[in-house]
């Protein structure tokens, strides 16, 4: 008698999936992928949220990842469809985020012959996979349950890494891609419910000699600085403790979520545009936890070629595209901050160096307040900082690229208790509307997200069914009707083409965009109603926009 080999191979993924603490899956419907889709929807321990734009599936499911830390699957059928994951495939290999990219495929004698559908799947993403398998067409033969269950397990263990990134399965499929009702191939998994193989990640601490001869060079620079980037895993309080140990200012980007506590600066990016400043403000050491700032001035100048900088990273990253580090760090960047802050012998007196950062800060945080808090038209400078500061604590803000992220670094104030993501990996705009939603599917607290018209409309199809899928997310739109980033780039001054090419004014009422998905949206034109308006659409709840107008 025949048996169900397809059924069974997709049950017996699915079913390793979800023992290994899977909880999100991302789909566009297709046929071919059909044994794996009917799978997942039939297992109550996933939630599964289906998408009919194949990006906007993968940069849910990146999202969710990205919130969960946790792998996230997404699934298309063959052929082109399996090219719309490629934007967030990168980004979760540039960003190191979990990620189960599943591309259905036809088998292999289909291949390569003109039949409809059918693509070379083989390595699609290259190089920006973790781990490429096709475990080949299901089949009926001894033992292969064992194998079968091997491949799902490895799947989510290679996507947590180290380093975490994404895994790409290519799995064909022959008709029928139904159950057939003959029973299925034997794919038993383990009795106690674990999965077919436990994957432990261990955490490489630092050793002895690392951390004395680190402690060593802190020691000698009294004029130190510790410079924080979004992908960092130090904790706050690793970083106020190292800070106060060594009595160094600490400049972080708020993505980081280290921009918070008493030596923090927040007003970095305009501090060191004074050249004065910059030059008697140079350091003597910097200690580098995650990726470099946004700011080009302060990757200018702080981290300057000729500025000892040592780039601490557990996953060997590369993070260093001025080429300045003179020594690289592959441990836990949290303990290894911690056991340096446990050799320094004790606090060091309050420190020149230290007083003269606090006090700029102090001068240059009350004159940029001054100025925002001048401006009843909507600034996105303002809003930015207005939108950190009122989100309630255990909130989660999204920030997109461009000038969101900008704003967020060069205008907000020092604060803990929020959580900070953006896609950073890569920096485009791509799929973010459903980034957000997907970390919505896979947050507790409220999900806030600051970014601009053309990051509306490059993903308006995120907002499909978004008012649908049961989740609280607000969008905080910067809408200057054009692409705002190039008005700060030299294209701005080829007058001629520059609205055509650059600024690419759209002209459209975002408004009436949302009211077209079935959300509701307002427009605040006074820069004290944002907030107000904010809080209201978060206390509201569901998916809701908020579009500030304002000018490139």
């Not at 799902?152 to 890494?161: D, F, K, P, T």
């Not at 160094?248 to 305009?270: N, Q």
């Not at 690289?328 to 901050?337: I, M, P, R, Y």
Request: charged share 20%.
């Amino acid at each position: 008698m025949s048996r169900d080999a397809t059924t069974a191979f997709a049950r017996a993924l699915v079913d390793e999936w979800a023992r290994a603490g899977i909880t999100e899956a991302c789909l566009a419907p297709g046929s071919r992928s059909a044994p794996i889709a009917l799978a997942l929807a039939a297992d109550d321990r996933i939630r599964v949220d289906v998408h009919l734009d194949e990006r906007s599936a993968a940069s849910f499911a990146l999202g969710a990842a990205k919130a969960s830390g946790h792998p996230a699957i997404v699934l298309c059928t063959s052929g082109t469809a399996s090219a719309h994951f490629h934007a967030a495939v990168l980004e979760a290999h540039h960003a190191r985020v979990p990620l189960l990219a599943c591309t259905a495929d036809r088998p292999p004698e289909l291949r390569d012959t003109g039949a409809g559908q059918t693509i070379d799947q083989q390595n699609l993403y290259g190089d920006a996979v973790r781990w490429f398998c096709d475990p080949g067409v299901p089949e009926d033969r001894r033992g292969v349950g064992a194998a079968w269950r091997s491949v799902a397990a490895r799947a989510v263990a290679e996507s947590l890494g180290p380093p975490a990134g994404p895994v790409h399965l290519n799995l064909p499929f022959r008709e029928p891609l139904v159950p057939t009702g003959e029973p299925l191939v034997d794919a038993p998994g383990r009795a106690d419910g674990r999965p077919w193989t436990e994957f432990t990640q261990a955490r490489r601490l630092p050793d002895e000699a690392t951390v004395e001869r680190l402690a060593s060079a802190v020691r000698a620079a009294p004029r130190g600085l510790l410079v924080a980037g979004w992908g960092t895993g130090v904790q706050p309080a690793t970083a106020a403790r190292f800070a106060r140990a060594a009595g160094w200012p600490v400049l972080a980007d708020p993505i980081s979520g280290l921009r918070t506590g008493e030596h923090a600066i927040s007003a970095y990016d305009a501090l060191l545009r004074v050249p004065a400043f910059a030059e008697e403000h140079r350091p003597d050491l910097v200690v580098r936890v995650g990726a470099p700032p946004t700011s080009k001035v302060t990757n200018a100048v702080a981290l300057a070629a000729d500025v000892p900088q040592v780039l601490v990273d557990p996953d060997r990253a590369w993070l260093d595209p001025g080429r300045a580090a003179a020594e690289a760090v592959a441990v836990d960047d949290d303990a290894l901050l911690a056991a340096v802050a446990d050799q320094l012998d004790r606090p060091p007196a309050r420190s020149e160096w230290l007083d003269r950062w606090l006090a700029a800060e102090r001068t240059a945080r009350r004159a940029l307040d001054e100025l925002l808090d001048g401006w009843e038209e909507p600034f996105e400078g303002r809003v930015a900082r207005d939108v950190v500061d009122a989100l309630v604590a255990g909130g989660t803000l999204v920030v997109a690229s461009s000038m969101p992220v900008r704003d967020v670094e060069s205008f907000a104030r020092p604060r803990g208790g929020l959580r900070f993501l953006a896609n950073r990996g890569v920096n485009g705009i791509d799929g973010f509307v459903s980034t957000v939603l997907g970390a919505a599917a896979r947050t507790d607290g409220p999900v806030t997200a600051l970014l601009g018209d053309l990051c509306v409309l490059h993903d308006s199809n995120g907002l499909l069914g978004a008012a649908d899928r049961g989740l609280d997310a607000t969008f905080v739109v910067l809408d200057n009707d054009g692409g705002g980033i190039f008005s700060f780039l030299p294209q701005a001054e080829l007058p001629e083409h520059f609205e055509q090419l650059f600024g690419t004014p759209h002209g459209l009422d975002l408004v009436a965009l949302a009211a077209v998905h079935g959300l509701t949206a307002e427009r605040v034109e006074k820069a004290s109603e944002v907030v107000p308006a904010v809080d209201a659409a978060v206390a509201a709840g569901g998916v809701r926009l908020v579009i500030v107008p304002t000018h490139r």
